[in-house]
């Protein structure tokens, strides 16, 4: 019935069954119906080059993740209350990737769920409430992070939250040194851990995207994490490391972003890749804080790390280990930024470039003195994109932070035609 129907009357269905104000992509909706590697193909059969989804890691619908899916179904699927090899054998390669502290895995479905057990480990093991966070995040969904996400609209609050902004070397530095902006950072994690102890919270957690993604990529003065936790670490807390975005080997130098700074995490949280499509997510933590937690607590997830799951979680592993996808993200990211150099060159609207890997934050602004916010010109430029077939979208706290993040598979040729359709794009505001 769905095939029949025209995109009008299905957009129609899906706001009188899913809500009305259920979010979508472009101003115009886009109804997608089959995926491959990097492309996904709308109902008439027009192909678009997926720069955006993280979710498909690997490439859309990849033969070696749906075929140890398929195997595996057709055996067995049942929780982790019984015995299976697939399961135990998973969590040892997966923990394998980390450093040595970091060697149990406690399996979930979302990465919403990831950070919520994280932040429930912690209040657990320190015996207090208080929460740090960045002032622009997003970690999940659950009432705890949707309260936690400053910035992005959620009607909860919570006072055992505080907020610190993450110093900015393009937008906040105003002439001020590196080492200036370090300290200035620095005070903001030192007030937050000093309000929540005097409140009576105590400092349970510090929760981070190691590459503030959602906050538009933001390049922090160096040693500001390393700061950051220290101060943390002092006043009896936690750093949590999310790795949701950055990770699984999208930064090419490294498989996870907090590797890129010298702070071992006391727990790490992952989500979208890692089934590559299929609800995969997991904690990684020392084994101290799990055997405490599951000593008093009891938790147990029926549908997180099931056979099927590992399987397909194995499977994903593979491809990355196999293809040599590591190498890949670090050399077409190369390619992509050295040519958006080019288009910066060009381009007076483009204030700044970001990223890591395939990664990447274009900045784009007014005028490059005032550094102004180009947030419309922004949403100009992603509805621009998907009209010629290619998909990115946009972060930030201006909504002026072109993100693009595309399969691990993109290829120097799709980084070519990303390159070309962008700069037509720029050219045509």
């Not at 502290?101 to 919403?112: D, E, Y």
């Not at 208080?130 to 997003?138: H, M």
């Not at 609050?157 to 610190?164: F, K, S």
């Not at 006043?235 to 990770?247: F, H, S």
């Amino acid at each position: 019935m769905e095939m029949h129907a025209s995109n009008e009357q299905l957009l129609e269905r899906r706001r009188r069954v899913l809500g009305r104000n259920t979010p979508l992509f472009y101003d115009e909706p886009l109804r997608l119906v089959r995926g491959q590697g990097v492309w996904v193909y709308d109902e008439t059969g027009r192909q678009y080059l997926d720069a955006y989804n993280n979710v498909p890691h690997v490439g859309h619908c990849h033969s070696h993740v749906i075929e140890a899916m398929y195997r595996q179904a057709r055996m067995l699927n049942i929780h982790t209350r019984y015995l299976h090899e697939n399961v135990v054998s998973y969590a040892e390669r997966l923990t394998s990737t980390f450093d040595l502290s970091l060697n149990v895995a406690m399996f979930v479905c979302t990465g919403s769920e990831a950070n919520e057990l994280a932040l429930r480990i912690a209040r657990h093991h320190t015996g207090a409430t208080g929460l740090i966070v960045t002032d622009y995040n997003y970690h999940g969904n659950t009432a705890t992070l949707a309260a936690a996400a400053k910035g992005i609209p959620a009607p909860e609050t919570a006072p055992n939250i505080r907020w610190v902004h993450v110093p900015d070397m393009y937008r906040d530095s105003d002439g001020r040194s590196e080492k200036a902006m370090l300290e200035i950072g620095l005070r903001g994690i030192q007030t937050a851990i000093e309000e929540l102890q005097e409140a009576g919270f105590g400092v349970s957690a510090l929760l981070l995207d190691t590459l503030f993604s959602t906050e538009g990529l933001t390049k922090s003065p160096e040693g500001f994490i390393e700061g950051a936790v220290e101060l943390v670490r002092a006043a009896g807390g936690l750093y949590v490391a999310d790795e949701v975005q950055p990770g699984f080997g999208r930064l090419g130098s490294r498989m996870w972003g907090y590797q890129l700074f010298d702070a071992v995490p006391d727990m790490v949280t992952l989500g979208k890749p890692m089934g590559n499509g299929y609800p995969l997510a997991a904690t990684i933590l020392r084994r101290d804080l799990a055997d405490g937690f599951l000593g008093e607590a009891l938790y147990f997830n029926t549908f997180a790390g099931t056979p099927v799951a590992a399987a397909v979680g194995m499977a994903v592993l593979d491809v990355i280990e196999q293809e040599d996808l590591l190498r890949n993200a670090k050399e077409v990211g190369t390619y992509v930024q050295e040519q958006m150099l080019g288009l910066q060159r060009r381009h007076d609207i483009i204030g700044t470039l970001r990223g890591e890997g395939l990664f990447f934050g274009m900045e784009l602004v007014k005028d490059r003195t005032s550094k102004a916010p180009a947030e419309a010109e922004c949403g100009q430029l992603i509805n621009e994109m998907r009209r010629h077939g290619v998909l990115i979208s946009r972060i930030g706290p201006s909504s002026n932070v072109l993100k693009i993040r595309p399969p691990l598979v993109f290829s120097r040729e799709n980084a070519a035609l990303l390159l070309e359709t962008l700069d037509d794009a720029l050219r045509s505001l």
